[in-house]
C-alpha cells in the first residue's frame, strides 16, 4: 500500500470502491481449513469406535495432520484476533492430544506391565521395606518378651474381636482343636471367610499403614510395630502352652505371604512419606506425583499379595493339618516370592 | 497464558476453573477442569453398571450353589465379586482405545496427565486402585460391619471418618484432585466441544473507516463484537445490535445515520476493518488489548 493512498485513507477521502479486504487470518484460514476438517473426522472416529477403525492411512495421517494443527493454533495465536477460531483450534488440538496421547492397551498387556513393574519398585523401596521390617521385629519381640513374662499383657496387645476367644484362660486343648488344626469348613463358607479376610482387619492395617505414610510416615511405623506386637503376645501364649512350633505352622503357611504384604504397604507409605518430606528439587505434590506411581505400585502388588494370603487362610490352611506340610507350603511361597521379586525382577533398568 | 482467556470468561459467564498443560510438542493448551457433580455423576453410572453385572454374575453363580449359603457368606462373595469386576471395569476401560468409562463418556469427561505428558498405564491403575482406598474399600468394611460379618466396633466411625478425610482433600485443593489424582499426576478434564463457526469477514466492504476511528477498540471489544454478531438473530438481537451500532457511530464519530436495516451490515464491515486493523497492528509489534490500552496509546 502506497503512503498517498494512506495518507488518503488517514483523511478518510479513499472512494468507496476500493479493492476486496484481505485478512492474513482469513487467507490463513481458507489454506488450512481443509487439513483441520480432515483431522477433526478421523478424531470423531476414533472417540465413537476406537482407533481400531480407521483405514491404515488414516492412521499414518492422523500424527501428521495434530503436527499441522498445532502449527495453525500457534501461528494462529499469533495472528488471528478470530475468537471461534481460535477456541475451535484449541479444542481440536486438546482433542487430537487426547486422541494421540492415550496410552490404548488391553487390560492383560496392563497386567504383564504391572507384573514387571512390581519386582523393580518393590527393589527400589529396600531400604523403606528394611525400615518396616525392623520396627515390625521390635514389636515382635517386645509382644513375646512382655507377654511370657506376665500374660495378662496379651488382653492388652490383642483386642477382643482379633483375640477369637483366645486368651489367658485358654488351654492346650482347646488352642489345638479350636485353632491350629481345626476342621475344614466348606467351600462356600471359605470363601466368606476369604472375603470377611480381605475386607476386615488386615486390608485396614495395610491401608492405614500406606496412607498414613502421608504424615511423614509416623503412624505407619508405629502400626507396624504394632502388628508385631500382637504376633509377639500370640506367640508367647502358644510358647508358654508348648504349642510353639504348631503355631508357628499355623500362622507361616498364609503368615509369609499376609506379614510381606503388610511390610510392603508400610514400605510404600514411607516411600509416601519421604518424597513428601524431601521433595528434592520439585514441589512436594509433584514429588508426591512424580513418586507416587512406584509406592502406588507397590500398594497394588501388596494388595495381590494379600489375595493370595487370603486363598492360603481360607482353603489351604485348614486343609493341610500337618504342622511340616504347613512349613513347607510356608517355604515354597517364601521361595515363590523372593523369586519373583528379586532373581526375576527386569534388569537394567534405573529405578 | 493463552489469548481467549479473559474474553472467554466474560462472555460464557463461565464459571469453569482452567488449568493450562502443554504438550509434549510444547505448546500450551487450555483444559478445563470437570466439576465434582460431573465425576459423582460419571461415579455413579459407573458403579450401577458394576452393580448389575456382579448381581448377574451372582444370580448365574447361585444356580450352582444354591444351598447353605447364609446371609454372611452372600455378602461376603458379592463383596468378592464386585472388587474384582469393579476395579477390571475401571482399568479396561480407561486404558481402552475410547479412554474413559462409559459413564465419565456419557458425562463427556476424561482423565489427563496434569502436566501434559502422555497418559500412562501405571498412572491409571494408580489413579483407579487408590479409589479402593479412598472409598470403596472403607464403605465394603462399613457394610460388613453392619451386616455383621467383622462384628460392628469402635471401626466403623473410623472408616467413615476415613472417608470424610478424603472427601476433604478433594474438595479444599486448586485442582480438584482426590488422593488417586495426586498420586499418579492426573487431572479430570471436560472434554472440548467447539464446531469450526464460519468466518465473519466481509469480503465486500459497504463502509469504510479511517485508522483514527479503528483506534478506538481493542482486542477485547473486537471478540465482544464478534460473540455480539454470532448470535441467533432474534428480535432481542436485533435491539442489541442497534444500540452497540448507536454507541460504536458515538464513540467513532460516525456521522452519517445508519438506517436500521443497515445495521447488521454496517457492524460486520466494522468488525472486519477492526479486525484487520488491529491483526496489522498486532504483526507490527503494537498489539492492543483492550479499548483503554488503545486510548492510552493514542495519547
Not at chain 1, 30 to 57: C, F, H, M, N
Not at chain 1, 292 to 312: N, Q
Not at chain 2, 120 to 140: D, K, M
Request: hydrophobic content about 50%.
Amino acid at each position: 500500500m502506497s503512503i498517498e493512498s494512506e495518507i488518503a485513507r488517514e483523511v478518510g477521502q479513499l472512494p468507496a470502491q476500493r479493492p476486496a479486504v484481505t485478512l492474513k487470518s482469513a487467507e490463513f484460514r481458507r489454506t488450512r481449513e481443509q487439513s483441520w476438517v480432515d483431522l477433526e473426522k478421523l478424531i470423531g472416529i476414533t472417540e465413537r469406535k476406537g482407533v481400531r477403525a480407521l483405514a491404515p492411512d488414516d492412521l499414518q495421517r492422523m500424527p501428521q495432520l495434530y503436527r499441522s494443527v498445532l502449527s495453525s493454533l500457534s501461528v494462529a495465536r499469533a495472528i488471528a484476533l478470530d475468537r471461534a477460531l481460535l477456541l475451535y483450534l484449541e479444542s481440536l488440538s486438546l482433542r487430537a492430544y487426547l486422541a494421540l496421547y492415550s496410552p490404548r492397551i488391553g487390560l492383560g498387556e496392563a497386567g504383564r506391565q504391572f507384573l514387571r513393574a512390581f519386582p523393580a519398585a518393590v527393589i527400589s523401596a529396600r531400604w523403606h521395606l528394611l525400615i518396616a521390617f525392623l520396627a515390625f521385629a521390635v514389636g515382635i519381640g517386645a509382644g513375646f518378651w512382655l507377654t511370657v513374662e506376665d500374660e495378662s499383657w496379651f488382653t492388652t496387645f490383642v483386642p477382643p474381636w482379633l483375640s477369637g476367644g483366645r486368651g489367658v484362660a485358654s488351654t492346650r486343648a482347646s488352642l489345638l482343636n479350636g485353632e491350629i488344626f481345626a476342621p475344614w469348613p466348606g467351600f462356600a463358607v471359605s470363601l466368606g471367610i476369604i472375603s470377611n479376610y480381605l475386607f476386615s482387619h488386615n486390608t485396614v492395617v495395610g491401608i492405614l499403614s500406606f496412607s498414613l505414610g502421608l504424615f511423614a510416615g509416623v503412624p505407619t511405623v508405629l502400626l507396624i510395630a504394632y502388628q508385631g506386637l500382637m504376633i509377639g503376645a500370640f506367640i508367647a501364649l502358644h510358647y508358654d502352652r508348648g504349642l510353639t512350633v504348631d503355631f508357628l505352622g499355623w500362622l507361616s503357611i498364609h503368615g509369609v505371604t499376609e506379614i510381606s504384604a503388610l511390610l510392603l504397604f508400610g514400605a510404600g507409605g514411607l516411600v509416601l512419606a519421604e518424597k513428601m518430606l524431601f521433595p528434592d528439587r520439585y514441589s512436594r505434590v509433584d514429588s508426591l506425583a512424580l513418586h507416587g506411581r512406584r509406592a502406588a505400585e507397590i500398594a497394588v502388588g501388596a494388595v495381590m499379595m494379600l489375595f493370595v494370603a487370603a486363598i492360603l487362610e481360607g482353603e489351604f490352611r485348614q486343609l493341610v493339618a500337618s504342622t511340616p506340610w504347613r512349613f513347607v507350603i510356608a517355604a515354597a511361597t517364601a521361595v515363590g516370592w523372593l523369586t519373583y521379586l528379586v532373581l526375576l525382577r527386569p534388569r537394567g533398568r534405573t529405578p | 497464558m493463552t489469548s481467549t482467556d479473559a474474553t472467554t470468561q466474560l462472555l460464557r459467564r463461565d464459571w469453569r476453573q482452567r488449568r493450562e498443560i502443554i504438550t509434549p510438542e510444547g505448546v500450551p493448551l487450555t483444559v478445563e477442569l470437570a466439576e465434582f457433580s460431573e465425576r459423582a455423576t460419571a461415579l455413579i453410572i459407573d458403579l450401577l453398571i458394576c452393580l448389575a453385572a456382579g448381581i448377574a454374575m451372582l444370580l448365574a453363580l447361585g444356580l450352582f450353589v444354591t444351598t447353605g449359603l447364609s446371609g454372611v457368606v452372600f455378602v461376603g462373595v458379592l463383596m468378592l465379586l464386585l472388587f474384582f469386576l469393579r476395579n477390571l471395569y475401571f482399568v479396561h476401560f480407561e486404558l481402552s482405545a475410547r479412554g474413559a468409562t462409559p459413564g465419565k463418556r456419557a458425562v463427556g469427561i476424561r482423565v489427563i496427565d496434569r502436566h501434559g505428558g502422555p497418559l500412562t498405564a501405571s498412572a491409571v491403575i494408580a489413579r483407579n486402585l487408590t479409589r479402593e482406598l479412598e472409598l470403596f474399600l472403607p464403605v465394603s468394611m462399613l457394610i460388613s460391619a453392619l451386616a455383621g460379618v467383622a462384628g460392628a466396633h469402635w471401626g466403623s466411625l473410623l472408616l467413615l471418618g476415613w472417608v470424610v478425610c478424603f472427601l476433604v482433600l478433594m474438595f479444599s485443593n486448586r485442582d480438584r484432585m482426590r488422593a488417586g489424582d495426586l498420586i499418579a499426576g492426573t487431572l479430570v478434564i471436560v472434554l472440548p466441544r467447539q464446531r469450526l463457526l464460519n468466518d465473519l469477514v466481509e469480503a465486500r466492504a459497504r463502509f469504510v473507516f479511517t485508522d483514527r476511528q479503528l483506534m478506538a477498540y481493542g482486542k477485547r471489544e473486537l471478540q465482544v463484537l464478534e460473540d455480539l454478531l454470532r448470535r441467533p438473530g432474534d428480535g432481542e438481537t436485533q435491539v442489541l445490535l442497534a444500540d452497540v451500532c448507536d454507541r460504536i457511530c458515538r464513540k467513532i464519530d460516525w456521522t452519517q445515520p445508519v438506517p436500521p436495516a443497515d445495521t447488521a451490515p454496517f457492524l460486520r464491515d466494522f468488525y472486519t476493518a477492526q479486525r484487520a486493523f488491529l491483526e496489522r497492528e498486532q504483526l507490527f509489534g503494537r498489539p492492543r488489548a483492550d479499548k483503554f490500552a488503545a486510548a492510552a496509546k493514542r495519547e
